[in-house]
C-alpha cells in the first residue's frame, strides 16, 4: 500500500469544497472544467449564411467528463467582439 506524502495529505484535507462561483459544464453538468486556448469557430446565419469566422485564442473551458467546449465569460466577450468585426469585412467586401 502507498502512503501519501505530508505535504500531499495535508494539501487534501485543505483543499474544501469547490468554491460556488466555479462553472458546470452546460451539456451534462459536471464540475470538472480545463482551461483550454483554441479556435473556436462561429457558423453565420441570416443573409451571411454558409459562412464562418474563426476566432483565435478563445479561453474555453473543457468538461473532463463528456468533452464539451464552452467559452469563458472573458472568451464569450472576445467572441462577440471578433464576430462583429468579421461581419462588418464580410459586408464591406460583398458590396
Known amino acids: 500500500m502507498k502512503i501519501a506524502s505530508l505535504p500531499n495529505l495535508f494539501a487534501r484535507f485543505t483543499r474544501g469544497a469547490t468554491p460556488p462561483s466555479s ?10 472544467l480545463k ?4 479556435t ?3 457558423h453565420l446565419t441570416g443573409k451571411l ?3 464562418r469566422v474563426d476566432v483565435y485564442r478563445v479561453e474555453l473551458d473543457r468538461c473532463r467528463a463528456c468533452g464539451y467546449l ?8 472576445k ?3 471578433c464576430v462583429k468585426i468579421g461581419k462588418r469585412v464580410i459586408l464591406k467586401s460583398m458590396g
Request: aromatic share 6%.
Open 23 to 32: 462553472r458546470a459544464c452546460e451539456q451534462c453538468g459536471a464540475t470538472s
Open 35 to 38: 482551461r483550454y486556448l483554441a
Open 40 to 42: 473556436y469557430p462561429v
Open 49 to 51: 449564411k454558409g459562412r
Open 70 to 77: 464552452m467559452p469563458t465569460p472573458e472568451g464569450q466577450a
Open 79 to 81: 467572441v462577440k467582439r
